[in-house]
């Protein structure tokens, strides 16, 4: 085992100590890390890389036993085909735009009510966590069909209002989430900032979303991927073909009486797509949003 | 493998499908029951539990899963399965992903005397038209327009790929499936059809409850008898509820 | 309650309620307010109404019929697949919960270290959470397959005979648990941001005073790690309980009843059976079981978690 950085300076004073240590985070031997990685790497991303590689193989090599990995003939007919085959650019639009919005509302709005109920000591905030936390609990089979009567009755559907609307005013997940993060946040640091004159929302705003921003870029990512593949929404409250979305579109190629399977991993490979990439971004405020939380004794 | 038993489109309809064949029956429709365990039923779903004792129901699940998608045609497709009860819907399943299988297409062999030489039967979808609907007239004719006019069934059978219903022979569809050299056996087996699944309010629930069932007696955590027997008084007790105005 | 006492008495006294007290109350309701006006607008009414539901018999082409607590009664009385599918839901819990918790927290700290490339395994990892369902359940499929999907592959390099997995009644819902661990990269995700937020100056504190590895595990990371921990147990549970996508998908509740959870016998009832009522009230039976759950777990972590903002 390696040895701490404390005991590497037995006799070295109290500052150079407390130096060793600075920035210290928790470390795993690099060899078992390593030989850790690589194995659950396979584990992990073998399915998706056969996903990925069945997309380009011919029909004729897809279901073959046992299971090919090198496409043969190296086929993109499946990409060209499940494009053409269906309006995905419609699809694509369609999905882009409500991913946005319900991105937008679901960070704000969360974020708002997650402080309500993390960080300011009123009457209500329990009460309020509670009642939120609880719509959670009510399977969405048995809430599905009065919802769309209430949408029915707004003339909302067809439109993307059911998928886009609800999301401004607080997703009780990422409250919950947000919840958590809110209270992990040293009480001294919003007492000062409200002695010095903040009102909430200045410490709402400078002191708490700066320092959430891994959280919020973690709600941000999920709200998007969520919404990116969201099936079942849609599916009931879009009606017309131009309005659809990409799970939609994808679940088109799964027919009653057979199914374009090259053309369905093509569209599905290319539907992650997007999430890796914006995972990716997402990765950066984890590496850049180290700990702040500078409270001196 | 030579065949594969409870592959036809889950328990449940395989059931049926060798119920049938032994020359049993599924429900009386004077008496308004469910007639699952009789002994011709029981005497198919023994024979199917045997299959699966026989090679180990479990082994062959994953043999069938490894099919992926395909799922039960790809046995069939890949050419490890012999025999396996279809629908003319699989074709075009066929000539995409088994350009090169040799099939043949014919009726279901009968089952052990006294069994009767024909066993198929139709499923598929039905349309009903609820007691109480607004324009129950207009909706009349357009169920009959679909099912039994020459123009409708012909635009059902070019969307589906499927068979024209059985109501109307003398369709012009029929008879251009009938020109069709792999239709035609289709079109031969459809003529001779005597089955189809009970028609009642909880089909549904009893396919269900059949399903369950025969799936516990194939893995052998239920004899056959008492299985078919506990879906038969699950299901009465719902149809009961249902004709007596739940 | 006081202030009605002080009114009562003649002694309208606002500074009962002190002015810091009003603000806090005019501000949670503000920030509170999208959460309120959704929930009356989204929420209540369809919870309310399938509680109603839960009643009555109710087919949803015909009107609803009243019956009082005849779905409740029957369903604990008469319904063997209610106790059936409640175990198998509640099996899956057990396991499937602590297990996620457990990996996504490992992975996680296996993750918080520097070492190059780091993007990339997070990135990987994350990727089993990413793809589709409807190509991922065909992938699962060959996965666990028993002659030579990926899982009893590796375990015959190891030297050991996979079981039957999807295809083995004593063995499908371990092989659902095992998927679901494999898709514990949003939590994973989670716990990585969670892990940012361990201030360093506690290990350095920690690390001066010799503390070696596990106890730094163990005072330091664990604790701060506290409300993320409730977040992944509480949301588990939730979620666990109403598990059913991948059972509709893959299995359908087999074989032989082995994977028929909850949700799965809820959904049929609803929308193949058209019993909506009966299925109202599994609805509402669940949502108690869930929220006792939940209370429990609150309370009993109430005093356990450290939150280091009080």
Known sequence: MARTAGTLLPRAGAEQRALAWRGYRPEWPKLFTHVALVFLCAVFAVPFLWLVSTAFKPDNEMFVWPPVWLPKPFTIGHFQQGWSLLPFPTFLKNTVIICVLVVIGTVASSSLVAYSVSRIRWVGSRVLFVVVLSTLMVPYQVTMVPLFVIFKDLHWINTFLPLIVPAFFGNAFFVFLLRQFFMTIPVDITDAAKIDGATEYQTFFSICVPLARPALATVGLFAFMG???DFLGPLIYLRDESNYTLSIGLAMLNGQYGSYWGAIFAMATLMTVPIIVLFFLTQRTFIQGITLTGVKG | MGIIPWAVYGNANSMVTWGWEHGGEFFDEGKQQFTTAGPENIAALEWMVGYAKKYNITTLSGFQSGFGALGLDGGFIQGKVAMQPFGPWELP?????????????????????????????????????????????????????????????????????????????????????????????????????????????VTDYYMGALDRHVGEALYGKAVAKDALAAADKESNQELQNALSGK | MSQRAAIVRG?????????????????????????????LAFSIYPILSSLVDSFTSFDMIRPAKFVGLGNYTTLFTQDSLFWSTLYNTIYYVVFAVPLGIIVAFLLAMLLNQKIRGLSIYRTIFYLPSITPFVASAVLWVWVFNPQYGLLNTILAFVGVKGPGWLGDPNWSKPALILMSIWGVGGL??????????????????AGIDGANRWQLLRHVTIPFMGPYFLFGLVAGLIGGFQYFTQVYVMTQGGPANSTNVYALYLFQNAFSYFKMGYASAMAWILFLLIAACTALVFRSSASRVYYGGS
């Open chain 1, 227 to 229: 919404a990116w593949n």
């Open chain 2, 93 to 201: 399943n066929f000539k995409q992903y088994g350009p090169n299988l040799h099939y043949g297409v014919t009726f279901l062999p009968a089952g052990p005397a006294p069994a009767p030489p024909h066993s198929s039967w139709v499923g598929g979808w039905c349309m009903g038209l609820p007691t109480g609907a607004k324009n129950s007239d207009q909706g009349w004719q357009w169920l009959y327009w679909l099912g039994a006019s020459p123009e409708g069934t012909t635009m059902a059978t070019q969307i589906s790929v499927a068979m024209t219903f059985s109501g109307s022979k003398t369709t012009p569809a029929l008879a251009d499936q009938r020109k069709n050299s792999e239709l035609a056996p289709f079109v031969a087996i459809l003529e001779a059809t005597l089955h189809q699944r009970p028609v009642t309010p």
């Open chain 3, 11 to 39: 002694h309208v006294n606002r500074s009962r309620i002190s002015p810091a007290a009003w603000r806090n109350f005019r501000a949670g309701l503000l920030f509170g307010a999208p959460a309120i006006i959704g929930l």
């Open chain 3, 188 to 205: 994973m995700v989670i716990f990585l941001a969670g892990l940012q937020g361990v201030p360093s100056e506690q290990y350095e504190a």
